[in-house]
Structure formats: C-alpha cells, structure tokens
T-cell receptor
Framework: AQRVTQPEKLLSVFKGAPVELKCNYS??????LFWYVQYSRQRLQLLLR??SRESIKGFTADLNKGETSFHLKKPFAQEEDSAMYYC????????????FGTGTRLQVFP | NAGVTQTPKFQVLKTGQSMTLQCAQD?????MYWYRQDPGMGLRLIYY???????DKGEVPNGYNVSRLNKREFSLRLESAAPSQTSVYFC???????????FGPGTRLTVL
C-alpha cells in the first residue's frame, strides 16, 4: 500500500535547537518526495523536494531508500519556522496523485 | 497572476443544505484537485481532474460531486451537507512540467 507516515503530531523546540521532522513512506514504484508547509493564515506551499537537493530556509531533507525515509532537518530552529509541515509523495516517472502524511505541527519557542 | 482562488472563504450550513465551492486557476494547469483538511488526518483527496473533461474519485469522495467546467475552473458540490463534512477544503492545481501542486487559500465550512 502507498502510504506516508509522520509519527509526530506536534514537535516543540526552543529557538536555536536542532529540528528533525520524521517522514517514512511505503511505495511500490520510484517515489518523488516533497515537504509542504503551511504557515499560520497562509496557504499550503511547497518547501522542498528530494530531486532538487536544495536547502530552503535552512531546511534539508535526504531521501533514504534503504530506510524509506525523508526526514526534514534544520540545525537551528527559528520562531518563524513554526508551522504545519506535511510530507508527501508521488510517482517520479508517471503522472500520479500526491499522497500526504497526517502532518506535524512545529512549535518553536523563544 | 492570482494563482489558485477559492470562494467562499467561510460558510456555515445547516444539515441537509447544499452548496458549491468554487475554484479557479490562471496558470494554465491541466490537473486540479480538491482536498479536505481535518485535525489529525492531514490532507485527504476528495476528487481530482487530470484534464478538462475528466474527473476521478480520490480517497474520500462520498457525499461530494465535482465539475470540471473548463480548464480554469473545478467546482465541488455538497448535495446534502452533513456535520461530518465540517472541514477546511483546499483546491490545488498542477502543471504538466513537474509534480508541484499550487494550493488555494482554503474554504472553512461548518455544517450544523
């Protein structure tokens, strides 16, 4: 079954602490993985995708096919990182629907 | 460009009432989607349209209908609203070039 699992509903850290939002997936083909973010009172938007291998707003995520994971990391959290984060996947080579995880709310305290 | 727009932003219905949520995009995207967002459930796909003239069921289609009116517009209809349909509804669109979806601002619907 195709599935995205985000085990943490809420992650709370203090400003300057490292952050890791976990994402595991189950997919039969070649997946493309994404992180979407929703800041308070804003629309959902793409944060980063594994094929671009970019660092966006200090966040990085590496696709680990052996562990079927795509964890989102940032070495030093900022208050403005507080948001809802969704991991999502689709097929890398074929047109297919996005499958979303249940989301993790990140709270960064001052 | 406005991107993806949705109307209305907020709506309160009584059980059994009907309504249509409107979505439009000006990015010339082929694919459009309707999701609902519920606490602890993430985003669940209701219906999608891979191209003008086609629609398909997603994960949670019961109680909803859709119309892909033209390439720009994709509406979601609740024929007889139920309290279980209280949610935030998001429309999204996606071009052929890559798999990035662009989302609308959402419609917060309450069914009493």
């Amino acid at each position: 079954a195709q599935r995205v699992t985000q085990p943490e509903k809420l992650l709370s850290v203090f400003k300057g602490a490292p952050v890791e939002l976990k994402c595991n997936y189950s997919y039969s083909g070649s997946p493309e993985l994404f992180w979407y973010v929703q800041y308070s009172r804003q629309r959902l938007q793409l944060l980063l995708r594994h094929i671009s291998r970019e660092s966006i707003k200090g966040f990085t995520a590496d696709l680990n096919k052996g562990e079927t994971s795509f964890h989102l990391k940032k070495p030093f959290a900022q208050e403005e990182d507080s948001a809802m984060y969704y991991c999502a996947l689709t097929s890398l080579y074929n047109t297919d629907k996005l499958i979303f995880g249940t989301g993790t709310r990140l709270q960064v305290f001052p | 460009n406005a991107g993806v727009t949705q109307t209305p932003k907020f709506q309160v219905l009584k059980t059994g009432q009907s309504m249509t949520l409107q979505c439009a995009q000006d990015m010339n995207h082929n694919s459009m989607y309707w999701y609902r967002q519920d606490p602890g459930m993430g985003l669940r796909l209701i219906y999608y349209s891979a191209s003008e003239g086609t629609t398909d069921k997603g994960e949670v289609p019961n109680g909803y209908n859709v119309s892909r009116l033209n390439k720009r517009e994709f509406s979601l209809r609740l024929e007889s609203a139920a309290p279980s349909q209280t949610s935030v509804y998001f429309c999204a669109s996606e071009g052929l070039a890559d798999n990035e979806q662009f989302f609308g601002p959402g419609t917060r619907l309450t069914v009493l």
